[in-house]
């Protein structure tokens, strides 16, 4: 399972079709991805597990997110004004 | 590019605007056949003679110009829908590029690997070398390699934008706070020019967009080169 993760991230080219977002807004899309990284990696951390996994949801929404968006959020979430549930 | 006195659409540079090309002459010969003939009905109408006062009603002509025109739509209408849903097939794309509408000039981010950003303003007609196109050329171009699928994720800063370029058959609005996606595959080397289609302001006219598609090995080496120029 980690190696078909590892593999996936290893051969990633950029982020695949995601059918739950098949139309032309992919607002949701770069913002689920986001939150799923930061879901993830506070989820297995807490259980002291590798984060590796989670790097997937980090070069999906690195390709698609606007720079702007990812650093505007990213300061949310240092001064803890990030308006979405992680 | 557009050239003066252009009547038709630009060369096209994608597979999906050959189809829309190939359409449009379709459905343009359609509409010039029936404009000759309501034409010439027309003339021959009114330029004789002769007056008709006992016809009142023929059931073939009625038949005949409601079930022609009917074949006709049809005849538009699955050419028109076949290429809607091509337009709508899932790709899988090779390289997502953002364009990132600001007030008057666009910006690129390539993020797929490493961070490539820069911004694409207009170069004024007093700097513009000889042979470059006025109001077209902008100061870095938006690169893609050609034959590859390239998904382009659309919106904007601060007001509405529109990023288009005909050549490809492209168009999308950019939407500040909303992210459009279109796609389009460059069929072959050039250097394709568009302009933003939505109102935006004072200098809306002077911030065109420059898709430049070059084999992948030259699209590695410019994207190698604008990391190490960033």
């Not at chain 1, 098949?22 to 930061?38: A, G, I, K, S």
Request: aromatic share 12%; with cysteine.
């Amino acid at each position: 399972m980690a190696e078909a993760i590892d593999s996936k991230i290893k051969n990633y080219k950029t982020a695949p079709f995601d059918s739950r977002f098949p139309n032309t807004n992919q607002t949701r899309n770069c913002f689920q991805n986001y939150l799923d990284y930061h879901r993830c990696n506070k989820a297995l951390s807490s259980k002291d597990m590798d984060t590796t996994p989670c790097d997937w949801y980090q070069r999906v929404y690195k390709s698609i997110c606007p720079s702007g968006w990812v650093n505007g959020w990213d300061e949310g979430i240092d001064n803890g004004s990030f308006a979405g549930r992680v | 590019m557009a050239h003066p006195s252009q009547l038709g659409f630009q060369d096209a540079a994608s597979p999906v605007m050959e189809e829309l090309l190939h359409f449009h002459d379709h459905a343009l010969m359609i509409v010039f056949l029936i404009s000759t003939l309501v034409l010439y009905i027309i003339v021959a109408m009114v330029s004789t003679k002769l007056t008709n006062m006992y016809i009142l009603d023929s059931q073939e002509i009625e038949i005949i110009w409601t079930v022609l025109p009917a074949i006709i739509l049809i005849l538009i209408a699955l050419p028109s829908l076949r290429i809607l849903y091509l337009m709508d097939e899932i790709n899988n794309p090779h390289l997502s590029v953002k364009a990132i509408g600001h007030q008057w000039y666009w910006s690129y981010e390539y993020t797929d690997y490493q961070e490539i950003a820069f911004d694409s303003y207009m170069i004024p007609t007093q700097d513009l070398a000889p042979g470059q196109f006025r109001l077209l050329e902008v100061d870095h171009r938006m690169v893609v390699p050609t034959e590859a699928p390239v998904r382009v994720l659309v919106t904007a800063e601060d007001v509405l934008h529109s990023w288009a370029v005909p050549a490809l058959g492209v168009k999308m609005d950019a939407v500040p706070g909303r992210l459009n996606q279109t796609a389009f595959i460059a069929s072959r080397p050039g250097v394709f020019y568009g302009q933003c289609s939505e109102i935006c302001g004072a200098n809306h006219s002077f911030m065109p967009i420059v898709v430049e598609a070059v084999p992948l090995m030259y699209f590695q080496d410019w994207s190698t080169l604008m990391l190490e120029d960033a």
